[in-house]
């Protein structure tokens, strides 16, 4: 079964390809010869075999671990000589009075960006110009004044400002390498709110990297935070301890400590254990004091109408009753006109 290996080229470009020699398999950082797009390139093995396959299972469409590669899949042409080697180096040496030629023509054709890298096919087939810039910019007749000078394929690229420090490299302000140009492959967009979620300084010249953007390991510790994080209390809150209501001013999550505040006793520090038997101690205690909640007032039930009984002769009626009464003594007379009076006998 022919090998999978992950080849890097010059800054964060990576491709993956297939060695068909099985009795002779590659190794990391060995110099092999490619196969380009238009000719052949030179890079390194960063990884082989089953890494590389997991690798291309995340990276490219089609090929699954333990499956065979998909036909687009260009074969390894050979191993690098020494000879390849140093023709490679002299052109990374080259690529440098490149880049300063094509900042002269930009300069000429009065653009507006900034050329931050360029990079030789091995082949010198083709010259592969990287830079930035705030807008889209009309390169049209750059290209072809650089095409006329240097005698070979132009190809301009626009990147990010994040992708320019990951090609340039250098070191971070924790005294390392940028991650960007060493293990982070993809560069995940990073918000302000995370650095809220740490409570870390909202300086951008303390939390920005060397691109200008947000640091890139601000994420990396970002769940562990949120995480440890709900076993304390917020901030501003008010608690019922041993001392009685306290506020909670900051905590420490790395040593476990909490910062109070009692209004007439003072601030102290004390650990997360000691809070969580102070609050267990106060709360039977402050139900026993507390005055029992007033309950709510319930809506009184809707009266029923009571079955009116007959009443007698000269009773006095209910509401409407009343009303006729009052209406029959005021009217013409009629007979409706109030109770009848017995009959009386001669």
């Known amino acids: 079964m022919p090998q999978t290996v992950e080849v890097r080229f010059k800054g964060t470009r990576r491709d993956f390809f297939l060695w068909t020699d099985e009795q002779d398999p590659l190794r990391l950082k060995e110099a092999v010869v490619v196969e380009a797009e238009r000719g052949l390139d030179f890079g390194r093995i960063f990884s082989a075999g089953e890494v590389a396959q997991k690798k291309c299972a995340g990276a490219c469409n089609g090929c699954a671990v333990g499956a065979t590669a998909p036909p687009a899949m260009r074969p390894v042409v ?3 000589s020494q000879e390849e080697i140093r023709t490679a180096n002299e052109l990374r040496q080259n690529e440098e009075d490149a880049r300063r030629k094509v900042i ?18 091995w082949d010198r087939g083709k010259l592969t110009i990287f830079f930035t810039a705030e807008r889209r910019v009309d390169f049209r007749a750059l290209v072809r004044d650089l095409a006329a000078q240097f005698r070979t394929r132009i190809e301009l690229r626009q990147i990010g400002v994040r992708d320019e420090a990951a090609r340039l490299k250098g070191v971070g302000r924790c005294g390392r390498e940028y991650c960007c140009s060493t293990w982070l492959t993809e560069l995940s967009p990073v918000s302000l709110a995370l650095a809220k979620d740490q409570h870390l300084s909202l300086n951008p010249a303390q ?14 510790e970002h769940e562990f935070y949120v995480a440890s994080r709900k076993r304390f209390p917020r ?13 909670v001013v900051a905590v420490d999550i790395f040593r476990e400590r909490v ?26 205690e402050a139900a026993t004091i507390a005055p ?9 039930p809707a009266r029923e109408s009571a079955p009116t009984s007959p009443q007698a002769p000269g009773e006095p009626g209910t509401g409407p009753r009343r ?13 409706n006109e109030g109770p009848e009076s017995p009959p009386t006998e001669s």
């Open 259 to 284: 910062f109070l505040r009692h209004e007439e006793q003072g601030s102290r520090i004390i650990p997360l254990v000691q809070l969580r038997d102070e609050m267990e101690a106060a709360h039977p």
């Open 292 to 300: 029992p909640p007033t309950p709510a007032p319930t809506p009184a």
């Open 104 to 121: 002269d023509k930009v300069r000429q054709h009065s653009l507006e960006m900034k050329v931050s890298d360029a990079e030789w096919q």
């Open 78 to 80: 050979r191993r690098a």
């Open 323 to 335: 009303r006729r009464r009052r209406r029959g003594r005021r009217g013409r007379g009629g007979p």
């Open 207 to 220: 939390i920005s990297g060397g691109c200008g953007r947000l640091l890139c390991c601000l994420k990396y």
């Open 235 to 247: 901030e501003g809150k008010t608690l019922q301890t041993a001392r009685g209501p306290e506020k």
